[in-house]
């Protein structure tokens, strides 16, 4: 049920220049989902509607907000980058309810309780302004303005105007605020640009609420869950927090890492207890690993389910793909789009694509096995290679269930090995094998006895031979 008398407003409008980088930093991924998207969802988790104001590449913006269906999103548009107050500004004609929280766009780390517990106090106190502020020792927070008290009067410096005394001025602005309408609807007309910048700052309305007397009330938020973000660096260090919170979280559930610090690890993955992870590790976009996996040093898994107990070794691939139980992977090995059956090996050097393996099936060694559809119980010989191609378009190869395929054999597709059938080694296979036959496509050996020893006696012997040249007249 959407709350009444509440709106949001995300400030989303920046142009990003400290990321010297072409994009919008709330495009960035911190744990696989943009930053932008995160204060959306937690908006849309608090069921308030939300109106975000756009402006530097607010196509894109609005893109990553569109991939996940946020309901009860509008948007506004920042026609000239003057600053956060003019961005509030720039929603006016979307306001409708009583109270209003303004947030940033770069504030993938706050949390439910904070924005409840500014709710609660904003409330209880009937206050027309509350915002958030956080302490830190932290350098970096000097990129946050600071809450300067004097006089009886409260008011918010940019850090770019700061000059005052840190260890007095100890509390930094979060940049979470709860406006009554009535007074952020006046209060707005009474702000200007700054002299040194040109822009209009959200801050100086806490500087009006204070001078005209209005109520004015503080929550207070630890500082790693308020971390905005304006560069790279910063970015880095914020999904640092967010990917040990998931870590942390999945250890809970009876995972194991065992270098947690090298995992790299997205929002929408899930794991299963029972499962080891080692170092270097990258599980992403929305891949699912059963219960008593392994996963080897350096292996990766995309857009993928491995279900219970496979085991994955170092240094493997997996993307677009379903790997049943018991299967058994690498190391060096790559799958994409495809489906591993149960018990199922694909070994070191083995490329799987676009193809299913049956269960109990095996490909151990330097193996291409594309556009493939293999049976149960088939064996791979090592060297395979499955032809799929013919410079237009792609081929099954078909390949029933108890099969052998020798090794060092190319399959070119389209093609059928019939049930039980085998192949010989070195083989080109152009046609179909039937079911329980031999196929064998390769020269017939032939031995000539001594013929090295000859040979060699041969090479000597003309070396030893002096070459004479004649001279024409």
């Given at each position: 049920?959407?709350?009444?008398?509440?709106?949001?407003?995300?400030l989303?409008?920046?142009?990003?220049?400290?990321?010297?980088?072409?994009?919008?930093?709330?495009?960035?991924?911190?744990?696989?989902?943009?930053?932008?998207?995160?204060?959306?969802?937690?908006?849309?988790?608090?069921q308030?509607?939300?109106?975000?104001?756009?402006?530097?590449?607010?196509?894109?913006?609005?893109?990553?907000?569109?991939?996940?269906?946020?309901?009860?999103?509008?948007?506004?548009?920042?026609?000239?980058?003057?600053?956060?107050?003019?961005?509030?500004?720039s929603?006016?004609?979307?306001?409708?309810?009583?109270?209003?929280?303004?947030?940033?766009?770069?504030?993938?780390?706050?949390?439910?309780?904070?924005v409840?517990?500014?709710?609660?106090?904003?409330?209880?106190?009937?206050a027309?302004?509350s915002?958030?502020?956080?302490?830190?020792?932290?350098?970096s927070?000097?990129?946050y303005?600071?809450?300067?008290?004097?006089?009886?009067?409260?008011?918010?410096?940019?850090?770019?105007?700061?000059?005052?005394?840190?260890?007095?001025?100890?509390?930094?602005?979060?940049?979470?605020?709860?406006?009554?309408?009535?007074?952020?609807?006046?209060?707005?007309?009474?702000?200007?640009?700054?002299?040194?910048?040109?822009?209009?700052?959200?801050?100086?309305?806490?500087?009006?609420?204070?001078?005209?007397?209005?109520?004015?009330?503080?929550?207070?938020?630890?500082f790693?869950?308020?971390?905005?973000?304006?560069?790279?660096?910063?970015?880095?260090?914020?999904?640092?927090?967010?990917?040990?919170?998931?870590?942390?979280?999945?250890?809970?559930?009876?995972v194991?890492?065992?270098?947690?610090?090298?995992?790299y690890?997205?929002?929408?993955?899930?794991i299963?207890?029972?499962?080891?992870?080692?170092?270097?590790?990258i599980?992403?976009?929305?891949?699912?690993?059963?219960?008593?996996?392994?996963?080897?040093?350096?292996?990766?898994?995309?857009?993928?389910?491995?279900?219970?107990?496979?085991f994955m070794?170092?240094?493997s691939?997996?993307?677009d793909?379903?790997?049943?139980?018991?299967?058994?992977?690498?190391?060096?090995?790559?799958?994409r789009?495809?489906t591993?059956?149960?018990?199922?090996?694909?070994?070191?050097?083995?490329?799987?694509?676009?193809?299913?393996?049956?269960?109990?099936?095996?490909?151990?060694?330097?193996?291409?096995?594309?556009?493939?559809?293999?049976?149960?119980?088939?064996?791979?010989?090592?060297?395979?290679?499955?032809?799929?191609?013919?410079?237009?378009q792609?081929?099954?190869?078909?390949?029933?269930?108890?099969?052998?395929?020798?090794?060092?054999?190319?399959?070119?597709?389209?093609?059928?090995v019939?049930?039980?059938?085998?192949?010989g080694?070195?083989?080109?296979?152009?046609?179909?094998?039937?079911?329980?036959?031999l196929?064998?496509?390769?020269?017939?050996?032939?031995?000539k006895?001594?013929f090295?020893?000859?040979?060699?006696?041969?090479?000597?012997?003309?070396?030893?031979?002096?070459?004479?040249?004649?001279?024409?007249?």
């Amino acid at each position: 049920m959407v709350r009444s008398g509440l709106q949001a407003i995300i400030l989303a409008a920046g142009s990003s220049s400290r990321f010297n980088t072409s994009k919008s930093k709330l495009c960035f991924p911190i744990c696989g989902q943009e930053l932008i998207v995160y204060p959306a969802k937690l908006l849309a988790s608090l069921q308030i509607p939300l109106t975000c104001v756009v402006g530097f590449q607010k196509e894109a913006v609005k893109a990553a907000l569109a991939r996940h269906s946020l309901p009860n999103i509008s948007f506004a548009e920042q026609l000239q980058p003057l600053g956060t107050g003019h961005a509030l500004a720039s929603a006016r004609e979307h306001f409708f309810a009583d109270t209003i929280l303004v947030m940033n766009g770069d504030a993938p780390l706050i949390t439910q309780e904070i924005v409840e517990t500014l709710l609660d106090a904003h409330r209880d106190a009937t206050a027309s302004v509350s915002f958030v502020i956080s302490q830190s020792t932290d350098p970096s927070a000097d990129g946050y303005g600071r809450i300067v008290q004097q006089d009886g009067k409260i008011r918010v410096v940019e850090s770019r105007n700061y000059t005052g005394n840190r260890h007095k001025d100890q509390y930094i602005n979060a940049g979470i605020y709860l406006f009554q309408r009535t007074f952020l609807e006046k209060a707005l007309a009474t702000i200007h640009p700054d002299a040194k910048t040109g822009e209009m700052y959200i801050t100086d309305l806490i500087q009006y609420a204070s001078n005209t007397n209005e109520p004015i009330i503080t929550s207070f938020a630890p500082f790693d869950n308020i971390r905005g973000i304006n560069t790279l660096k910063e970015l880095w260090a914020a999904e640092h927090i967010k990917r040990s919170e998931l870590i942390t979280h999945w250890m809970s559930q009876g995972v194991r890492f065992i270098a947690a610090q090298n995992v790299y690890l997205d929002l929408d993955v899930s794991i299963g207890a029972d499962t080891t992870i080692s170092p270097g590790c990258i599980l992403v976009n929305g891949s699912s690993i059963g219960c008593g996996c392994t996963l080897g040093a350096y292996s990766y898994v995309c857009n993928s389910v491995l279900h219970d107990q496979v085991f994955m070794m170092s240094h493997s691939i997996i993307s677009d793909s379903i790997v049943h139980e018991y299967a058994h992977i690498g190391p060096f090995a790559q799958i994409r789009s495809s489906t591993i059956g149960e018990r199922a090996v694909v070994g070191n050097f083995v490329e799987v694509n676009r193809s299913k393996i049956g269960n109990q099936s095996k490909a151990k060694h330097l193996t291409y096995l594309g556009d493939a559809r293999i049976g149960n119980s088939v064996n791979i010989g090592a060297g395979t290679i499955t032809c799929n191609y013919d410079g237009i378009q792609k081929h099954i190869t078909t390949i029933k269930d108890r099969a052998f395929i020798g090794s060092n054999n190319a399959l070119v597709a389209p093609i059928i090995v019939g049930e039980g059938a085998m192949t010989g080694a070195g083989s080109v296979i152009t046609d179909d094998v039937p079911a329980d036959a031999l196929a064998i496509a390769r020269s017939r050996q032939t031995v000539k006895e001594n013929f090295v020893e000859q040979m060699r006696a041969r090479i000597v012997a003309e070396k030893e031979t002096p070459h004479t040249t004649e001279l024409g007249a």
